[in-house]
């Protein structure tokens, strides 16, 4: 398990498009956010509208409040130092009934506590064996 201090960026919105929403949070994972989130809120007024949050390696911080300013329209960012604490992790490829499917796991203190397996890997076996997605993953476990 490690420790790192990073940045949480954080914004409300009530006058963009969910389609632009979705193209936002996009943009941010493929730019190196470690995560991104949006939650429902209530705004002023009463309005309907999102919250924005984004986490950041700190040194990334100054980047990715452009590109919300740029991508979102708001005139404001909350910003935020958060510890993060992530497991130790590790990638194994497996020869399944399925096929190769690589399986995450995540260790804390040297004890397996997750074991997961690749979503993206699932999905293309369940496409390419005509098997459903739910049922696939059931069969891993």
């Not at 009463?46 to 700190?58: A, K, T």
């Not at 510890?83 to 399925?98: A, D, H, K, Y």
């Amino acid at each position: 398990m490690s420790s790192a201090s990073c940045t949480q960026l954080e914004t409300n919105l009530d006058d963009i498009t969910p389609e632009i929403l979705g193209a936002v949070i996009g943009k941010l994972m493929s730019e190196g956010a470690l995560d991104a989130w949006i939650l429902p809120a209530v705004m002023k007024k009463n309005r309907p509208g999102h919250q924005l949050c984004v986490l950041v390696e700190n040194e990334d911080a100054e980047r990715f409040k452009e590109m919300i300013f740029a991508e979102t329209g708001t005139f404001g960012i909350r910003v935020r130092p958060v510890e993060r604490e992530v497991l130790e992790r590790s990638v194994e490829t497996c020869e399944t009934e399925f096929g190769k499917i690589r399986f995450k796991t995540g260790k804390y203190h040297g004890k397996v506590l997750v074991r997961k397996p690749e979503f993206e890997d699932c999905k293309a076996a369940a496409e390419r064996l005509g098997i459903p997605l739910p049922e696939l993953m059931r069969r891993l476990k």
